[in-house]
């Protein structure tokens, strides 16, 4: 999910989706042997304004890696819970969506990861400034070439004239 977080007033100050930039929030738990490839799958988007990485008190090292991602990344910022507690994933999105810089928000969890051009169909669907938040069909290929679609009707595809999920 895609969202605004806040006033159309501010999205109609900027004039275009020039300025088109997304607070990507990744909630971390017990995810230390994936994050690294989601923070980077985040980082090769242009539109990336930040990565927020929401450490939510893990067991195995991941907040030791997520330290060292946000001192190798500009762009990544690292928040923990008070006394490294585990809050839960709803909890620390909105923890990410209180710290958000960007008024776009965008979700990925720490075992998942952004293929290219992932945020292409938003930007140009939140240039009008009517639209306050974009779903994205998600999709698991499997080795054999099978795909099962998330988020998704079939009917939808249908109606697009389509089966391509890029």
Not at 31 to 40: L, T
Not at 87 to 103: H, Y
Request: proline share 2%; charged share 25%; with cysteine.
């Amino acid at each position: 999910m895609v969202e605004r977080h806040s006033n159309k007033e501010w999205w109609n100050s900027i004039g275009s989706a020039e300025l088109f930039q997304v607070s990507v929030i990744i909630p971390v738990f017990n995810a230390s042997h994936f994050v690294r490839e989601a923070v980077e799958s985040a980082l090769e988007q242009p539109e990336v304004g930040e990565v927020i990485l929401v450490e939510d008190g893990s067991k195995d090292n991941s907040l030791d890696i997520c330290e060292k991602l946000s001192r190798d990344f500009g762009k990544v910022r690292l928040l923990t819970h008070s006394h490294g507690t585990n809050r839960g994933v709803c909890a620390s999105r909105n923890f990410g969506i209180q710290s958000a810089l960007f008024e776009v928000i965008a979700f990925l969890d720490a075992d998942d990861w952004y293929l290219p051009n992932r945020f292409a169909k938003e930007r140009a669907i939140f240039e009008n400034p009517e639209v306050m938040a974009v779903y994205s069909i998600s999709a698991i290929q499997f080795q054999d070439g099978r795909e099962e679609l998330f988020g998704c009707r079939e009917d939808l595809l249908v109606k697009l004239g389509t089966n391509e999920l890029r």
